[in-house]
């Protein structure tokens, strides 16, 4: 039976949200996921509503202790999530490769009212987690990312990155059928251009961009641009293997893939929003970074899920690239991007898993 994956989830005092989350990860994802938490000012104990709150629903955090991050550094994680603003803010940096999400909730210790009130919000909180935060850490790709030399920050809530290597192998004789497949299947999926917008991995996508800022209108998703483009009657065209299969993806998901060649981008990766200054030239042109979300390196803007930058873009001669997709959190999952993609490179000729 394979070891389990390890989470390390992090708040400030380490006495309410993130005791909440261990408990909860623990509880239902046992024996998939092995969960700790720990604060970066830790307090003195576990907050008491927040043991009763999980006592409620048959969890025993009371022999839970507030741990100091620092005790956690040099241990193998294969996910850290921040659960308020302060430690996203304050989040250290790991030795070894690990992703970093953000899902950010409410303090309960600021709660204010009657006993009853304040024991709500403590309820309230501990059920959020549970939605979001446990669905999260069941959905994540760490087995697509696994092995991979990157750190990775997420800094933008609801998103997940999930992270393939390819290779452009040998016989792409069956390229074309697969091409045309995705392209049959869309224009099955959707009657009319119209009905991409309220799809559910296109909703939420415009929902995720609006939060970083970006009018999801003016600068659309890639894949619903790409999607729009299929359903007006233009075909997926034959570019290299690995960008086909690329497109695919993003068509069959209706997420924004990027492809980016070995060694085009650094191994210290944040996504985030751009700030003011922030451009590259894209595939289009010169495009303005502003509000947009984005993925940057130790050097400056790598990709953004709108339109794609010439530093990374796959040559001709390219014969290994990374792939990634950005998801939206509770939508598409990394298991769904796993199977999808591996089902496209076994019909096109493209090595994946390198």
Known sequence: MAEPKRV??????????????????????????????????????????????????????????????????????????????????????????????????PDP?????????????????????????????????????????????????????????LASGGDHSGLPEVRQRVVD????????????AASPPIAALRKLFRAAGCDPTRYRPSSEALLRRLVKGADLPSIHPLVDVNNCLSAELGVPCCVMREGSFGSHLVFRAGVAGEKYESLRGPFNLENKPLLVDETGPVDAPITGSTRVMVEPATSQAWMVA?????????????????????????????
């Open 8 to 105: 390390l989830i992090l708040c400030t005092g380490n006495s309410c949200r993130s005791q909440m989350a261990e408990g909860l990860v623990n509880h239902e994802l046992a024996g998939i996921w092995m969960a700790r938490s720990a604060g970066t000012r830790p307090a003195e104990r576990v907050h008491p509503l927040a043991v009763e709150a999980m006592a409620e629903v048959g969890i025993d955090i009371s022999g839970g202790t507030p741990e100091s991050v620092d005790r956690y550094l040099d241990a193998p994680w294969d996910l850290v999530i921040t659960v308020c603003d302060s430690a996203k803010q304050s989040c250290p940096v790991f030795p070894g490769p690990v992703e970093t999400l953000h899902s950010s909730f």
């Open 109 to 165: 210790a600021d709660a204010v009212g009657s006993d009853e009130e304040i024991m709500n919000v403590f309820r309230a909180v501990r059920d959020d987690i549970r939605k979001r935060l446990v669905e999260q850490v069941r959905g994540w790709s760490a087995g697509a990312s696994e092995g991979s030399p990157f750190e990775i920050r997420v800094e933008l809530e609801g998103w997940e990155l999930f992270w393939a290597k």
């Open 185 to 196: 299947a869309v224009r099955r999926r959707y009657a009319d251009a119209s009905e991409i």
């Open 326 to 354: 950005y998801l939206p959190v509770g939508v598409v999952t990394g298991d769904d991007a796993q199977r999808t993609l591996g089902a496209l490179a076994l019909d096109s000729g493209v090595e994946y898993p390198v």
